[in-house]
């Protein structure tokens, strides 16, 4: 077992039309990626670059189980929960960045 956390976060586009879940050790840097378009090719190609919402996780192996969970969930139950989080859906890079 890893003794350093996890994150799960949600990146999204300005219209919020697409959703992209993934894992990260390190929210500040992994949400800078996706910020300056340095993330994955998915969120580049649809340009993901706003953190909507995130969890923290003791372990990064719980953060993959609820990466794997969060994904299969259809759109609306991801909505519901980001919305439970962050009503507004504003970008929360600011709040993150200062994790560093």
């Known amino acids: 077992m890893g003794a350093k956390g996890g994150y799960v976060y949600i990146v999204s586009n300005v219209t ?3 959703l992209y879940i993934g894992i990260t050790s390190n929210l500040a840097e992994r949400s800078y990626q996706h910020k300056f378009e340095e993330g994955s ?52 890079y600011d709040e993150v960045a200062e994790m560093k």
């Open 16 to 18: 919020r039309s697409t």
């Open 41 to 92: 090719e998915f969120t580049k190609k649809y340009h993901c670059s706003d953190l909507i919402y995130y969890e923290f996780f003791e372990s990064i192996e719980e953060a993959i189980e609820r990466e794997k969970v969060l994904k299969k969930w259809n759109r609306q139950w991801k909505i519901d929960l980001i919305r439970e989080q962050n009503p507004l859906f504003k970008d929360l």
